[in-house]
């Protein structure tokens, strides 16, 4: 019996007993075991907290070994489990010798989602979403993590174009009915916390003004969260963030949002706040009820968005994708270029050095680029010489702080390299900056 089939059996065997079948997570759990993975490995194939991962684990062996009557570990599973089949205890009727559940473990849960009238939400600020193209695992991820786990702080992180807000439009139109109030907040304007609560607490109670002191607002909000499943996106984190300071580095005036992302992840709530950002928090490293989400490109569905701009020929378009790192505003600024300058053909296109920057996908670059301290200038345009890359070993304790904080803004990539860490650039930053005024500026 391989991998699959007993992760299938044991999956059926655990809804046989509580009426459910194993999350995401827990079937994670079992098959990365059964492949005699570690936790700190399975904790970063999934993007949880590590902690979180073997108190997930702990209580999927405890569960199993009630169930099975054996001491059920992550070490010993395939063998604890070949013996049962062997002994004759796994048959057609998988529970035949196994003591059924309690009763009040199959009772029927009652049903939690809200219908039209009974959510409240304030989507004001919520853009419109014109396409959607992949993402279907991270979506069906974010979906179980937020509603089976409970997870209290979610962070959907990476650069700019790669696709956070369009993802976080989708995954609250799949979930919103399973809270009771819904607000959506950009935070372009740089709206103050206290604003941010006033208008949560108005959602709630239903009132034009609310006259509470900042301490108010706090304990209000901490105690409506524990009261109702609320669901609070704020979109654009990265703005209440200095440029020029390491990531993550409050604006003068805004060090409350951290107070506040340090209470969603710590004081016991049935609620989530879903972030989006550049740049990561320093909050959600810290507290196990977090999950830092970084986004990749598209991958293979990075193709689609150039075939919908009217762009053939699948090897070309492979080209394409792989230059331009499958990110999609990326691929929509290129395919329009093509169209527009190059009467669609991308053969031609990819004759010119690559990877090609026209003014728009310069501008996105520099809106991320000006934000960094001048160390972590430097240290990029080191990257960006040719076939160049950092091992951690060579880098001095201030440069490490540095790597880290661009690892927090998600613009260097990471790669095991002669058996040491490495960083890198990729394609298309890598040129930016070589190109760029920054780069000119140190030459001269």
């Known amino acids: 019996m391989d991998a699959e089939q007993i992760l299938q059996q044991i999956d059926e065997l655990v809804f046989s007993h509580t009426g459910k079948h194993l999350n995401d997570l827990q079937q994670t759990i079992l098959s990365k075991s059964l492949q005699n993975q570690k936790y700190p490995e399975i904790a970063t194939q999934v993007h949880r907290n590590e902690n979180y991962v073997k108190d997930t684990g702990g209580k999927l062996w405890k569960l199993l070994s009630d169930i099975l009557g054996e001491d059920v570990n992550k070490f010993n599973i395939r063998s604890t489990f070949k013996k049962l089949i062997y002994k004759g205890v796994h048959s057609n009727n998988i529970c035949r010798d196994i003591p059924p559940p309690p009763?009040?473990?199959?009772?029927?849960?009652?049903?939690t989602s809200k219908t039209q009238s009974e959510l409240q939400e304030d989507l004001r600020d919520a853009p419109q979403l014109i396409t959607f193209s992949g993402r279907r695992e991270e979506l069906t991820f974010l979906t179980t993590t937020i509603l089976q786990q409970k997870t209290r702080l979610v962070g959907l992180f990476g650069v700019s174009g790669i696709g956070k807000t369009a993802l976080a439009l989708q995954l609250v139109n799949k979930i919103k009915h399973n809270f009771d109030y819904v607000i959506w907040r950009s935070l372009r304007s740089l709206p103050t916390l206290t604003e941010i609560q006033t208008d949560f607490i108005k959602l709630i109670t239903k009132k034009s003004t609310v006259n509470l002191s900042n301490n108010q607002l706090f304990s209000q909000v901490k105690s409506y969260l524990h009261q109702h499943r609320c669901?609070?996106?704020?979109?654009?984190?990265?703005?209440?963030?200095?440029?020029?300071?390491?990531?993550?580095?409050?604006?003068?005036?805004?060090?409350?949002?951290?107070?506040?992302?340090?209470?969603?992840a710590e004081v016991p709530h049935n609620s989530c706040l879903l972030l989006t950002s550049w740049e990561q928090p320093r909050e959600i490293e810290l507290h196990n009820y977090c999950l830092s989400f970084p986004l990749t490109g598209l991958g293979k569905y990075g193709q689609e968005i150039l075939k919908e701009k009217g762009l053939f020929g699948e090897e070309n378009l492979?080209?394409?994708?792989d230059i331009y790192e499958a990110i999609p505003l990326y691929l929509e600024i290129v395919a329009r270029i093509i169209n527009n300058l190059f009467c669609g053909k991308v053969e031609e296109f990819l004759s010119y050095d690559k990877p090609f920057l026209d003014n728009d996908l310069k501008w996105i670059l520099q809106q991320q680029i000006e934000r960094l301290s001048p160390s972590e200038m430097n240290l990029l345009q080191l990257l960006a010489q040719p076939n160049n890359s950092i091992s951690l070993s060579s880098l001095s304790e201030v440069e490490v702080s540095d790597i880290q904080s661009l690892k927090r803004r998600f613009l260097i990539n990471t790669e095991e390299k002669n058996n040491q860490t490495s960083f890198y650039l990729d394609k298309v930053l890598k040129k930016y900056v070589k190109t760029s005024v920054y780069s000119k500026e140190k030459d001269n």
């Open 103 to 111: 009763k009040n473990l199959n009772s029927p849960k009652k049903n």
């Open 231 to 264: 669901l609070i996106i704020l979109d654009e984190v990265q703005l209440l963030f200095s440029k020029g300071k390491p990531a993550g580095t409050y604006l003068p005036g805004y060090e409350n949002y951290g107070y506040f992302l340090k209470m969603i």
């Open 318 to 321: 492979e080209k394409l994708v």
